[in-house]
């Protein structure tokens, strides 16, 4: 609707001819809109929020409405808030604090935890399920301002070669080892209230199928890391929804799958004398054997069963950089916590005793897996920024810049990298038109950028001010956040591991 106004001078006031100018708490005037979801640039434009949504996108200049508090948008740029969705805050208050504190000073207004839940609820210093609930109605009540918790996880589902993991008193489906226990486990998940059940390495083929089958049916879902007897193409047949970490789709690109896939089920079944390839033949092999045919065809069925695939390429640059001093004296660190650093050196070190040969074939095994994501995006699948938030090296907020330029040097425009942490986050949380995008009736999650991400994907990180649900964190406001983890750092009292 195309409205007339006319400035009544010396009121004060705008009057639209037919109706009058709608009130809004907060204007960001003149700024360049880029809205991921339609793909549209809007120079000039005016973004209107009222109550936590926002409530007009409207050519600078006009009246339609009136703002009591407004951002100097001219010369910036507005892309909504990011989506980090593989993020952990170890289960442990202590951790999860400062973690959202480095999301949301790095833009990132919502975030999936991939490992939320507790088995046992009397853990000390908890910040589990419960916890995420009660987070996630504050933010959106408007209370406390801190990054959307935007599903819930289980804890990482194993084998029952892992049982002996399990704490004491803990029933023992929750390392299923038959397909049984995976419909029991599927159960027990829904009761707790589980989104997201989190499959892990070791569950053998009988248990998955079926807890994938018996989840599907409660509307759950299952994601995670693929178990190593299942292939990525059976998974994605199956219904298996997000494939975490490049480390399944290179395997699954070539003639080594099915060997891989065969011998690990056996070692996982416990069979005598059966090993595992060491880490060398696995990515030696997995190297070798990459077929562009094959991955095509692979990538083809990821993209027809709607499949997501969440990198988190950061994982992989760590075990090739391990050994590299520049990468480990990253002035970052600063904002680790050290019991988390310490984990993180040893970690480190291990990965860093690989032979030569070996540090130079996680090099080629980290730079196929982010050709791979852009073969992936330009086939059609659904690709999604995560970044294992808080796995070694991972450093909360600033990783998810590095893997949007990660996934521009895979092939991707900025705006599609762009999409992977807020247009394609939203549909997959079936909450399209509803995040990770700037139109009319959206939470209004945005981040107010001083330099153009699609002219350079590193401007991500010239943020201006962070908005979730309205509410304005500027400049001051971020930078005291990123001083507030140093502070959590210094101040770390040597008690227990988190
Ligand atoms: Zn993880």
């Known amino acids: ?7 009544i001078l010396g009121l004060g006031l705008t009057v639209a001819c037919g109706s009058p100018p709608q009130t809004a708490s907060l204007a960001i005037h003149d700024v360049t809109v880029i809205d991921p979801l339609s793909r549209q640039v809007l120079p000039d434009h005016s973004v209107f929020v009222s109550e936590g949504r926002i409530v007009g996108v409207e050519p600078a200049g006009g009246a339609a409405f009136l703002a009591t508090d407004s951002l100097d948008g001219s010369g910036r740029f507005v892309i909504p808030g990011l989506m980090d969705m593989h993020v952990h805050l170890f289960r442990d208050a202590r951790v999860a604090r400062p973690t959202l504190n480095l999301l949301l000073a790095n833009g990132i207004t919502g975030f999936r935890e991939m490992a939320s839940d507790c088995w046992d609820a009397t853990v000390e210093h908890a910040f589990c399920t419960d916890s995420l609930r009660e987070l996630t109605r504050d933010v959106a009540a408007g209370g406390r301002t801190t990054p959307r918790p935007l599903a819930m996880s289980s804890l990482p589902i194993n084998g029952v070669s892992q049982r002996g993991g399990l704490p004491e008193g803990a ?36 248990a998955y199928f079926a807890l994938l089958d018996e989840a599907t049916g409660l509307d759950m879902e299952v994601s995670g890391h693929l178990p190593l007897s299942v292939s990525v193409v059976e998974a994605s047949n199956a219904g298996h929804r997000t494939i975490e970490h490049a480390r399944d789709l290179p395997v699954a690109c070539g003639s080594y799958s099915d060997t891989y896939r065969k011998v690990m089920a056996r070692v996982v079944a416990g069979d005598d004398g059966v090993n595992g390839p060491s880490a060398f033949e696995r990515i030696r092999a997995t190297l070798d054997a990459f077929d562009e045919s094959v991955c095509a065809a692979v990538l083809t069925t990821l993209a027809a069963n709607g499949t997501y695939l969440v990198p988190t390429h950061g994982t992989r640059e760590m075990d090739y950089l391990a050994g590299d001093s520049a990468y480990r004296a990253n002035d970052r660190l600063r904002y680790v916590l050290p019991p988390i650093r310490e984990g993180w050196e040893a970690d480190l070190d291990r990965t860093a005793g690989a032979s030569d040969d070996l540090v130079e074939m996680y090099g080629e095994f980290y730079a196929l897996g982010v050709r791979l994501s852009g073969m992936a995006h330009a086939t059609g699948v659904k690709v999604m920024a995560g970044t294992d938030s808080n796995d070694t090296m991972i450093i909360p907020g600033f ?92 101040a770390w009292d040597g008690g227990a591991d988190p």
């Not at 609707?1 to 400035?7: D, F, G, K, S, V």
């Not at 059940?197 to 053998?204: A, E, G, I, Q, R």
């Not at 949380?429 to 995008?437: H, P, V």
């Open 1 to 7: 609707m195309h409205r007339t106004l006319i400035p």
């Open 171 to 206: 029933p023992e489906f929750l390392a299923p080892g038959t397909a049984d226990d995976g419909r029991t486990l599927a159960q027990w998940l829904n009761a707790r209230q589980i989104d997201v059940v989190k499959v892990y390495n070791s569950v053998p083929r009988d």
């Open 399 to 490: 990783a998810l810049h590095d893997e949007l330029a990660r996934f521009v040097e895979s092939g991707m425009s900025p705006m599609d990298a762009l999409r992977t942490a807020t247009a394609t986050p939203a549909e997959y949380l079936d909450r399209s038109g509803d995040l990770g995008t700037i139109s009319v009736g959206a939470v209004a999650d945005l981040l107010l950028l001083n330099a153009d991400p699609l002219a350079d994907i590193a401007n991500t990180l010239s943020i201006e001010a962070v908005l979730v649900g309205g509410r304005v964190q500027d400049r001051a406001t971020l930078d005291e956040l990123l001083v507030s983890v140093e502070a959590a750092v210094s």
